[in-house]
């Protein structure tokens, strides 16, 4: 999937002033990606934006998209990185063939010295081996695989998105103090690519591992347009709970069609998306989930990028949007920390455990031996119709993931679960 060449990128990596303590979406006023057109090439530090905007995934990476877009005009309204504007340099992954060929380009041909996004696993896992052979840092900020920070990790990527393991824990800790895993009988549904392998695997293991029975693990082709096979096999195999690994227009389409046939069975999983959701509409969802961002949360910060977001595209962000959003503030609060464009320099900064104001109620920082990012997440549940305010008021933040006073470890995996080894 790598193709050599010759010309040898300068290594380095974006980021903007410092997001440590107290520092919030209120540090960053509205600004605009626009700058006098008399600077020089050399002024502007270039990053580039890779993220699928087209098919199954494209409805998530447009959101991504806009945010990272609104997180540079606000970075360049306080000045830029180092005193220099910066510019997003973006590109359609549609899939891991055209990932590696736009990475490539972004790096050797666009100069970028940074690269941001991805949502698609294997595509995120293609654009790691590239950072990793041209030494430019790569802000994942949507792709879960755990395998993206243990077998497959390298010193040039950060994990801004949290893993499959994350995702899971945050949901399975609350249902495990609920009664909803010991003696309980599951029934997974699962994207047949790499995230989802990677997600029923995680999820299997601590479902088993906590006393749960897994029924059935069903592979499901993404884009999948009729789901009334697998709802019927569900039906006969008769399951406390229906457990779903499934990604992007896959989650609306089951959500649909599960509704429909008005089986009393629970509804939960190891991944939630908010746009999918919010296509499938409060009517046709149930249950308790788990999200690493939602629009309603009640922080200074979060507030303010909501508002800013609305206000330029008519609907909230979405949890894809923050990722963007605060991948592109992380690199760049980085940066100017680390007083340089170098990628060592950075790496350095980040490895260090600075930490980073994630519009949550809590700080954030990058694990040195594996490079995810330790944040929390929140279990949420589905709304009554009648409280919601609007078509996006879909979810009840029921509680933070770890808690106040827990380890922000608690829900990562443990190096014995995900070992990460950088290479040289």
């Known amino acids: ?26 540090a960053f006023a509205t600004g605009t990606i626009g700058f006098p057109a008399i600077l020089r090439a050399q002024d502007v530090i270039k990053i580039g934006h890779l993220t699928p905007l087209t098919g199954f995934l494209g409805q998530l990476g447009i959101y991504g998209q806009n945010a990272a877009k609104l997180a540079v005009e606000e970075i360049n309204a306080k000045g830029g990185i180092l005193g220099r504007k910066v510019a997003l340099v973006t590109e359609d992954s549609v899939n891991p063939g055209v990932a590696v060929t736009k990475a490539q380009k972004l790096i050797e041909q666009d100069k970028v010295i940074a690269l941001l996004g991805e949502i698609n696993s294997a595509s995120a896992g293609a654009i790691m081996e590239q950072a990793h052979r041209l030494k430019t840092p790569f802000f994942n900020t949507g792709s879960n695989s755990d395998a993206l920070r243990g077998e497959k990790c390298n010193r040039y990527s950060f994990h801004v998105e949290g893993g499959n393991t994350m995702y899971t824990k945050t949901i399975g800790e609350y249902q495990k103090r609920k009664g909803e895993l010991k003696d309980k009988k599951y029934y997974m549904l699962t994207a047949d690519y790499a995230f989802g392998h990677d997600l029923a695997r995680v999820s299997s293991r601590y479902l088993k591992e906590n006393g749960a029975t897994i029924l059935q693990n069903d592979l499901v082709p993404t884009n999948t347009p009729d789901y009334s096979s697998y709802i019927l096999k569900i039906r006969q195999a008769k399951p406390d709970v229906i457990y779903i690994n499934l990604a992007g227009v896959d989650q609306t389409t089951f959500h649909k069609q599960f509704k429909e046939y008005g089986l009393p069975i629970k509804l939960t999983g190891g991944v939630m998306d908010t746009i999918p959701f919010w296509g499938a509409g409060i009517d046709a969802l149930s249950g308790y989930w788990q999200s690493l961002w939602f629009h309603t949360l009640e922080t200074k910060g979060s507030q303010e990028f909501t508002k800013n977001y609305t206000a330029k595209h008519g609907n909230p962000p979405d949890n894809q949007a923050w990722g963007d959003y605060c991948g592109m503030r992380i690199f760049a609060a980085a940066m100017n920390e680390a007083k340089s464009t170098a990628a060592d320099k950075l790496i350095e900064i980040l490895e260090k455990g600075m930490k980073f104001d994630l519009l949550k109620g809590r700080e954030g920082y990058f694990r040195q031996w594996d490079h995810s990012l330790l944040q929390e997440m929140y279990v949420v549940r589905v709304k009554e119709k009648a409280k919601a305010k609007d078509k996006w008021d879909i979810f009840e933040i029921v509680e933070p993931s770890p808690g106040q006073n827990e380890s922000l470890e608690l829900i990562q995996p443990t190096q014995a679960e995900n070992a990460c080894t950088f290479k040289a």
Do not use: E, F, Q
């Open 1 to 26: 999937m790598t193709k050599t060449s010759k010309t040898k990128p300068n290594a380095s990596a974006v980021s903007r002033r410092t997001l440590l303590k107290g520092t919030g979406a209120a």
